[in-house]
């Protein structure tokens, strides 16, 4: 069992950076491959980044492709998500997710969920 919690959104400017924490409770997180998501108002959920159990391979969605980058240190049971150059369309709830494989960019790939965090950029 996999219990994840989100932090670090808020509203930012067009151009902006922000970047979210995702803290893992269970001494197994390092066993999992993480990724973010997100959902955007009126739309389905769409995947944004994911990363291996070791950190070693990372995957990114086109539409943050060079902006975002995914981390995590197991050592804090922590993933990240550094987002630069922010845009308008950038703004979604921002959600962290628990699951094994290689690049897995779908959501029934993924075993566990956070409640998710706000993001809004502004033009």
């Known amino acids: 069992q996999v219990q994840l919690v989100e932090s670090g959104g808020g509203l930012v400017q067009t151009g902006g950076s922000l970047r979210l924490s995702c803290a893992a409770s269970g001494r197994t997180f390092s066993r999992y491959a993480m990724g973010w998501f997100r959902q955007a108002p009126g739309k389905e959920r769409e995947f944004v980044a994911t990363?291996?159990?070791?950190?070693?391979?990372?995957y990114y969605a086109d539409s943050v492709k060079g902006r975002f980058t995914i981390s995590r240190d197991n050592a804090k049971n922590t993933m990240y998500l550094q987002m630069n150059s922010l845009k308008p369309e950038d703004t979604a709830v921002y959600y962290c997710a628990a699951g094994q494989g290689l690049r897995i960019v779908r959501e029934y790939e993924y075993n566990y969920w956070g409640q998710g965090t706000q993001v809004t950029v502004s033009s």
């Open positions: 990363i291996s159990w070791s950190g070693g391979s990372t």
